[in-house]
């Protein structure tokens, strides 16, 4: 097929839709050339990124043809899938927009609660959808890669891989968290629903036995609630003409602000009904919460000295099926408390559905245990779906807590330690050549080093198809700059007569990332990239250009690929390939990559959990007795195939600096 008739648009979906609020997004492209991936294309406004100041790196400039992401596009959910917003109503993903609050989790001490959270990005594709059934009849349509919360952690729907092994996957039987199902989809207020919100605000901040002189409204009422009255006043009106829109009420009376129909006592609109429907109850504990009612993580609680209301909250809620339990305080009012923690908070909101929103903050309530799942079931349809970035990583669909793409809003790089596969999902920068040509040649450039491979690979799969590094590299060669490239992709062959060609007029500096040798066991550390033996065989092509090139050996697995045999093996085939110099880098496990390695870790070597659990008890990097000793072991493996360099053994960001070692005539990157 053509791609350019492969616009995610042509899928129902529109390129808005995929990535929203991507500055300058010309279209959205999938092709079967590139299965399970979507290409963003835009229109970039500047080329050359300047590293912060306070990275390490040896380097002042980078640029990034490409910006991709390794879990982009992986977990997602059919359109219908209601999401949890931070007013404890539900929204469809689908209709969800960059800026929404949504409810999110995060870590407290030894737990997890809910917080208050902001959707950064949303978008769509297209994937084999499967059908999940928890217990309580919930069903949630989501793609097989989709990622839920349960007692023992992330699991998938299905299995299959993911860049640190077999993935661990939900069974029948799993217990998902979450605040639990949702009720039923919200309707618009009726007519009953009006009149005992009414009733409950008038009741409960108007006077009471203990209060006699208060008055409606009081000075303590929200907004909110005030405008939501008025609104459902005029409703109210218009279905009974005896009543008038108003906004006030003067000695006991509600008074319309200019002639109405009539002039009714609030006794009128705020009477007792004889026979109180579900519609009323909900609409009365709404008005009764909204003027009386006080939120603390999750919890609920009402707050009031006229018994006869109090007898009415205490019979709405048993009728509308929720548990509560009956206070008494110092002043003499009574509280009741809704029990059934977060589950019966988030529904009272979806049924009752108070204004005011403080009174509708699940912030600080515990994350506990929602359901089971029942089924997983394949539907063989490829279907539409939809997924967030929010600043907690995470959110609640369907009751339960989802997993979403934390890297989404950055397209952040993950370290070469992930063996991540950034094709999913790639933003292409078109014009990247045409914009980095026109910043070079302004006068204030001083041709200052750029590094490439740095952030994204400039090889990936993708530059087979857009060709943005030829007009890259020639813009770079004509304003004298010197750049580098590190890659782990052999699309760089193409390119060689060009690198090659300008080596001669500015220090061009090319490195490959090989980390082991082991053939199984690199499809797991990193999918979709080129086998050991390819990366080797780019190597020698590059060495046959005449250019020099530079091999970084990462990462090294403590245990487990960090053997003098297995290092040897892979050094002596780095040097039989022609590369000039070596780096060593240990296994670094910051936060994210650290979870899925040690996941992979249990279930495949579990013998070595505990010993990884002290080797990385500091943190992200290894342990400084292990890098001496891998150093000690390196050094002299590097010298006895020609590969030694100023610093054989990179320890971490102390290190790099040193560890970027210059090469006469050359920059050499790691």
């Not at 991507?22 to 991936?37: C, N, Y």
């Not at 079931?377 to 939809?386: D, I």
Request: charged residues 25%; positive net charge; glycine residues 12%.
């Amino acid at each position: 097929m053509r791609w350019s008739g492969q616009q995610v648009q042509d899928d129902g979906v529109g390129a808005e839709a995929a990535l929203p609020g991507l500055r300058g997004l010309l279209r959205s492209v999938r092709t079967p050339e590139f299965a399970g991936a979507v290409f963003h294309e835009v229109e970039a406004r500047s080329a050359l990124n300047r590293v912060p100041g306070t990275s390490p790196v040896p380097f002042r400039w980078t640029v990034n043809p490409y910006r991709g992401c390794s879990h982009a596009c992986v977990y997602c959910l059919a359109g219908p899938t209601r999401v949890l917003m931070a007013d404890g109503s539900t929204r469809p993903i689908a209709e969800l927009r960059v800026g929404d609050a949504v409810v999110g989790t995060e870590r407290v001490g030894g737990g997890r609660r809910y917080v208050r959270t902001t959707v950064h990005a949303h978008w769509s594709t297209a994937k084999p959808a499967v059908r999940l059934r928890l217990s309580g009849g919930t069903e949630i349509v989501a793609s097989g890669e989709h990622r839920f919360l349960t007692d023992s952690g992330w699991r998938h729907v299905t299995g299959g891989w993911c860049r640190s092994g077999r993935r661990p996957r939900l069974r029948p039987g799993s217990a998902l968290l979450g605040p639990g199902a949702f009720a039923a989809r919200q309707a618009s207020p009726t007519p009953g629903y009006r009149r005992g919100y009414l009733s409950g605000l008038v009741r409960a901040d108007g006077p009471t036995p203990a209060e006699p002189d208060r008055c409606f409204p009081s000075a303590h009422l929200e907004l909110e609630a005030l405008g939501r009255a008025h609104h459902h006043l005029a409703e109210v009106a218009r279905e009974a003409p005896v009543l008038a829109a108003v906004g006030r009420v003067v000695d006991g009376r509600i008074a319309p602000p200019a002639p109405r129909a009539g002039i009714a006592p609030v006794a009128e609109v705020v009477r007792w009904p004889e026979h109180p429907g579900d519609d009323w109850c909900a609409g009365f504990l709404a008005g009764v919460v909204d003027a009386r009612g006080a939120v603390s993580h999750g919890e609920l609680r009402v707050r009031q000295s006229d018994e006869e209301v109090v007898g009415r909250v205490a019979g709405a809620l048993h009728r509308l099926g929720f548990g509560f339990a009956m206070e008494g305080t110092e002043r003499g009012e009574r509280v009741v408390r809704l029990t059934g923690g977060p589950t019966a908070f988030v529904r009272f909101l979806q049924v009752a559905g108070p204004a005011v929103g403080r009174r509708r903050d699940l912030s600080g309530a515990p994350v506990e245990v929602a359901a089971e799942v029942v089924a997983v079931e394949p539907t063989g349809r490829v279907e539409a779906m939809y997924d967030i970035t929010t600043g907690t990583g995470d959110f609640v669909a369907e009751g339960v807590v989802s997993h979403n793409c934390f890297a989404r809003g950055t397209h952040s790089y993950l370290d070469l330690d992930t063996g991540a596969d950034f094709d999913s999902q790639i933003v292409v920068k078109v014009n990247v050549a045409r914009v980095l040509d026109r910043e070079l040649r302004r006068p204030r450039w001083e041709c200052e080093p750029v590094a490439m491979g740095t952030n994204t690979d400039p090889y990936q799969r993708a530059e087979g198809r857009y060709r943005l590094m030829p007009g890259v590299i020639d813009a770079l060669t004509r304003s004298g700059t010197p750049f580098s490239i590190l890659t782990k992709g052999t699309v760089l062959t193409r390119d060689l007569p060009r690198l090659a060609a300008a080596a001669r007029d500015v220090p061009v500096g090319l490195g490959v990332s090989i980390a082991l040798l082991d053939r199984p066991l690199q499809p797991a550390l990193e999918p979709g990239t080129p086998s050991p033996e390819a990366r080797l065989e780019l190597v020698r092509r590059i060495a046959d250009a005449g250019l020099s090139c530079g091999v970084m050996v990462a990462p090294v697995l403590p245990l487990l690929t960090d053997s003098e045999e297995a290092l040897d093996a892979l050094l002596a085939r780095i040097s039989a390939a022609g590369a000039t110099g070596a780096s060593v880098m240990a296994l670094h496990l910051r936060p994210g990559a650290r979870e899925w390695f040690q996941a992979w870790l249990a279930r495949e070597h579990p013998g070595l959990v505990e010993r990884y659990a002290r080797l990385y008890r500091r943190g992200s990097y290894v342990d400084a007795e292990y890098r001496r000793a891998l150093s000690a072991r390196v050094g002299p493996l590097l010298r006895r195939h020609g590969l030694a360099s100023e610093v054989g053994v990179v320890r971490g960001a102390d290190d790099l600096a040193r560890a970027a070692v210059q090469v006469p005539e050359q920059l050499t990157l790691l």
